[in-house]
T-cell receptor, first 115, second 117 residues
Framework: GAGVSQSPSNKVTEKGKDVELRCDPISGHTALYWYRQSLGQGLEFLIYFQGNSAPDKSGLPSDRFSAERTGGSVSTLTIQRTQQEDSAVYLC?????????????FGEGSRLTVL | AQTVTQSQPEMSVQEAETVTLSCTYDTSESDYYLFWYKQPPSRQMILVIRQEAYKQQNATENRFSVNFQKAAKSFSLKISDSQLGDAAMYFCAYRSAWETSGSRLTFGEGTQLTVNP
């Protein structure tokens, strides 16, 4: 596609349920990032993938959060046993080469609401 | 760790007027990059302008320009001839030139800009 695609756009779930959020980056982009944006807040880094290297998971807030990137393309962010504080917009971004100060291209995000 | 601070949660400007959004940051590094991103209601973050710390000249992109004061660790965004389409949340962001995590950005908390007709 022409841009970063994220799904679902909105997700409402009950506390304790697992959710999966999907990100399809721009074709050819080797770097992929997940950020979390809580209401009225800035963006909080979660995880970063670069090519076939081990991901940088240093931003994941707890072991309930995990992410994978298959075939160097599509990524899935999984939140297990969701809590109300997980409610936020989850933004995915990709860039052509992480080593250069390149522009990050963002998707429109997945808004997660945990009841 | 680096921090980015935007002290103006909300700003407003009249259409066709000029507005300046403030950003300060804290770092011990000498090489880094600074960005302003715009987030309209669609939620998609859009790059507005970028500044390399080693460049003394302030970046300019059409109606958008920055005032980069490295010693003061200040990076303000000036929007000239404001248009209704400029209304959005604006985020200042920092990226280390030596960041091992590629282009990981550290963001401020944002400034909500309203443009009044």
């Amino acid at each position: 596609g022409a841009g970063v695609s994220q799904s679902p756009s909105n997700k409402v779930t009950e506390k304790g349920k697992d959710v999966e959020l999907r990100c399809d980056p721009i074709s050819g982009h080797t770097a992929l990032y997940w950020y979390r944006q809580s209401l009225g807040q800035g963006l909080e880094f979660l995880i970063y993938f670069q090519g076939n290297s081990a991901p940088d998971k240093s931003g994941l807030p707890s072991d309930r959060f995990s992410a994978e990137r298959t075939g160097g393309s599509v990524s899935t962010l999984t939140i297990q046993r969701t809590q109300q504080e997980d409610s936020a917009v989850y933004l995915c971004a990709s860039s052509f080469w992480a080593g250069a100060p390149g522009e990050l291209f963002f998707g429109e995000g997945s808004r997660l609401t945990v009841l | 760790a680096q921090t980015v601070t935007q002290s103006q949660p909300e700003m407003s400007v009249q259409e066709a007027e000029t507005v300046t959004l403030s950003c300060t940051y804290d770092t011990s590094e000498s090489d880094y990059y600074l960005f302003w991103y715009k987030q309209p209601p669609s939620r998609q973050m859009i790059l507005v302008i970028r500044q390399e710390a080693y460049k003394q000249q302030n970046a300019t992109e059409n109606r958008f320009s920055v005032n980069f004061q490295k010693a003061a660790k200040s990076f303000s965004l000036k929007i000239s001839d404001s248009q209704l389409g400029d209304a959005a949340m604006y985020f200042c962001a920092y990226r280390s030139a030596w960041e091992t995590s590629g282009s990981r950005l550290t963001f401020g908390e944002g400034t909500q800009l309203t443009v009044n007709p």
